[in-house]
């Protein structure tokens, strides 16, 4: 038995490779995503351990790996207390500033938006590597503020060699400062920070520049001695330091440290694993279909086996062990694809900022075996149901010419396919009303459900569509039209199992299209409702920057008021807490927050405005007390007020001096600039323009400006999402591509019959295509229509989340049903060509 | 060439056991005013080691009679015995079993695995039970059908003789308790016909194979020990020991519409 399976599967080398692709790309995108957060992973924690020393003293929750910049210090008396202790062998303090920004010779930001500016002073630490930090590799160390090295890889991307001026954008004390490039140095042992730059100051510069000149430090490194471990070492120190400042082992640390990213990086998994999901139900769809069809042209065969004595239970393990190999070779290919894979996602991301060019990309046994079982389990499962029909062919079918399979009835169809809708809304329904990553994911079942539900349903749902389209076909294309629509309709499960897997593609595109012109409505909304002041500066990327451009521009004689907006993380009650910080004075003047009595009577010191929702989640109310925990300690807050959601870009509002409290540095994130009554709009713009022209990054904006620049972020995840989601459409298009070549294999004769009565290989090739398009239209139209209600349905659930406006992008939905028609002409090309080549004569007399 | 009839007319001295039986069998196509009857109540018995003809006009039921008494399609009611079994109480699992080990059958349009070579398509109905060849048996088979040259070929390879002989090789590989064979030389000329009908008689002559074989050629019939008539799903007819000639002429009898009510031999 098994020696015919594998014949069986030799002999359809091209059937195997069709049906094989949808595993093929399934498993590559499971497979890729985790040798990519696998070599995102290995990056970041090379980059963790090349910096960490055998003890790290810092400000406890200062210059971690996720921490904003901290204006807390450890003083220099410290270090020579440290520096007495035995078990120290060196010890190396060090400053280091976030917001310092490369500006290369076109004037453009190095590493465009994204990923973090650096700088450190120079020191000779070594880290727990064995390696040193930093080392020289060419030139000299910088002496003074006017010099600088350059870590490597930012020296090449940003095309400045020895000798260089370069310019700097900075957060200190300079907004923007020009310095000689003396040296380049090489970090760690990997090359490369991951996309971020690094820019190397003289230790005393450091001071001077970034910390007003104080003899303090950001923290100080600790080398043990010969035969001191780090705990000892650590033991040792910890006395010796001040309040509030801590000592940790450098195996701590780094592990510490680690962590933070792996949840970030978790994340990425999960966001592309998802994508992932959706390419694997799209494909199996597609592997359904195939060996349904193999198993329909196979019957007779079949059917002579059972003849032969093979049991029922025999011809089902034939089939599915045909699945098994077929899963098997899908998924070791899919492996070596994903691999492939995980590099083009290496260089989609890098469009994001993040450089992995030094990173290695592991094949790690987990992912070996996640991407095999994935594999086979989606190809069984496919197989299952075609291998449960292939059993049931009566013996005696061995001795018709024409031989039917047994099909459940399109009734017990629609009955499964109407509970699983119903069930999926039902599933989505509490998905709504419950919370964070449960409620996520039962919406996301739900989705699936009715997905499933609607395309067991769609050989009924569909008919309409594909009569209709008979109709034009007939009108249009004459006897070639009607055939084609014959076509379609005779074997309604497979047109629409093939129109499912284009349909679930579809569908998420359109939903993605719906929520994402939506955000962007309630963004304009926002902004037009709340944003009263005349003009913001911004930078693009939201990065802060230094809080001396808002100092300069109060002082223009045409600006009134100006609001300096932070932005800050922290944890509230031990979930996320996006930040916004403000002072009271000029805020009424930018802001139309509509809140119950005078905003300056409720947002004071102390206070803290939370926005609706939020304030729902965590059932807070006025008058409450709530703990706000930054990286340098917790603050206690009192609740004034909310808010309602999308008038800010934050959950919480505080004042300033929170932040401060929280060990926070001042930089400042978005300006709000009303203009002095009377003023010229063009001289308040050429005088603003003047002061932020120095830094690439930061413009200045009126407030549709301002909502584009919001809306462009929003489209930019939207293209990422759509880059994403065009594997699952791939998958599907060729879902068409094969049922079609199977149908033409399958219907040989006949072709050749209408060869022989006349038909050209023109209108032979035109049927196959028509018949093609009616397959695609059919996918998207219903894709787009499920699109459609899950959008509107998911809008209307996060609308108290600040996406408050449906807004359906009808022109763009249209053109995904006119490219989906033209796909299916493309999807024709090969299976027409098939079918227009067959010998006439040969066709007529196959068995 | 009738030689080998002649020679079997002294009866096979083994058993006169009955090796399948059908008792007032009956199978009904379709529903209310379009039900057809293939099958009207049949009852007749195939001797062990005989090699029996079933003939009858196109649409008379021979092939449903085939199918129901291998154990393919299950009858609307009466009941078939293979030896002692009554097949039509048996359940699919058992049916199967059945057929594997018991029954061989040979079709009209070969029913070749295209993608096995001839040995292994020989060999198939053993693979599919997980049985090993017996080698000795193999050989003879194989030699019988005069295929050794060709084990190696695809049936596309193969002429509709040869392929039909491997059909006819794989019946009989398992040792099965009976064969059926529809129209087994319905595709073939008369040279390959004459090459799968004495095939056919030397394995019931020399290892006492039992065999029905629907045909409608009077030579084929004369091949054979006994000839079955059937006409609209009944049995009207039988002869022993036929020639071409007789055959014949009770065809000629029988759509001339002298029907005769009961065996006309004596
Ligand atoms: N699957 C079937 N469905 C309906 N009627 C059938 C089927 N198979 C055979 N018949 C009918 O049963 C009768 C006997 O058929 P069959 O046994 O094939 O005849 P024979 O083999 O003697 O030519 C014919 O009238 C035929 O039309
Ligand atoms: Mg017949």
Known sequence: MLRITMRNLLARKLRLVLSGFAIVLGVAFVAGSFIFTDAMSGAFSGIIKGTTADVEVAPKGANDFDSLQDRRTVPAEVVDKLAGLTEAQSVHPYNQQQGVYVIDPDGDLVGGSGPPGLAFNYSDTVAITGEPILSLTEGELPSGTSEIALEESTAERAGYGIGDEVELVTAGRDPTMTATLTGLMRFGSAGGLGGATLVIFDPDAMQELFFTGQDVYSGISLTAAEGVSQEELRDAAQPLLPPGVQARTGDDAAAANEAGVQEILGFINTFLLVFAGVSLVVGTFLIINTFSILVAQRSRELALLRALGASKRQVNRSVLAEALAVGLLGSTIGIAVGYLLALGLKALFAFFGLDLSGASFPITLRTVLVSYAVGLVVTMIAAYLPARRAARIAPVAAMRDDVALPESSLRRRLIVGAVMVVGGVGLMALGFAGEGEGGLALIGAGMLAILIGVALMSPVLGRPLIYGLGAIYRRVFGTVGSLATQNSIRNPRRTAATASALMIGLTLVALMSILGQSASASTDKAIRESLTSEYVVSNVVGAPFSPKIAGQIRELPEVETVAQFRTAQAEVDGSFAFVGAVDPNGFAEAFDLPIPGAVTALFRPGTVLVEESTADRGKYEVGDTIPMEFQGGTVKLKLTATFPPGALPANYLVTPDTLIKGGLEPLDSILFITKQPGAADADLRAAVEKITSEIPTVTLKNPQEFAAEQKEQINLFLYLIYALLGLAVIIAVLGIVNTLALSVIERTREVGLLRAVGLSRRQLRRMVRLESVAVAVLGAVLGVLMGIAFGVALQRAIADQGIDVLSIPWLRLAVFVVLAALVGVLAAVLPARRAARLNVLRAITTE | ?266
């Open chain 2, 1 to 266: 060439m009738l030689g080998a009839t002649v020679a079997d007319s002294t009866a096979p001295p083994h058993d006169h056991s009955v090796a399948a039986r059908a008792v007032d069998l009956r199978k009904v196509y379709g529903e209310g005013g379009a039900a057809v009857a293939a099958l009207d109540g049949v009852s007749v018995d195939f001797a062990a080691g005989e090699f029996t003809a079933v003939m009858g006009p196109s649409g008379s039921g021979k092939s449903t009679l085939m199918h129901c008494l291998a154990a393919l399609d299950t009858a609307t009611s009466g009941q078939v015995f293979l030896g002692d079994t009554d097949i039509t109480r048996l359940d699919d699992k058992r049916l199967t079993t059945l057929r594997r080990d018991k029954i061989g059958f040979v079709f009209q349009a070969y029913n070749l695995v295209p993608t096995l070579t001839a040995q292994e398509n020989i060999e198939l109905p053993l693979a599919i039970a997980g049985r090993k060849p017996d080698r000795a048996w193999f050989d003879t088979v194989v030699d019988t059908v005069d295929l050794r040259s060709r084990l190696s070929h695809r049936p596309n390879e193969l002429s509709g003789g040869q392929q039909q002989r491997v059909a006819c090789a794989r019946a009989l590989v398992s040792s099965p308790d009976i064969v059926f064979a529809d129209e087994p030389t319905g595709n073939l000329d008369s040279a390959a016909s004459a090459e799968v009908l004495s095939f056919l008689r030397r394995s019931v002559d020399e290892h006492h194979q039992t065999i029905v074989m629907v045909t409608h050629d009077p030579i084929a019939a004369a091949y054979t020990d006994r000839v079955v008539f059937l006409d609209d799903g009944r049995v009207v007819d039988e002869i022993r020991e036929p020639t071409a000639d007789r055959v014949l002429e009770q065809m000629k009898m029988l759509s001339s519409g002298a029907v005769a009510g009961t065996p006309a031999e004596g």
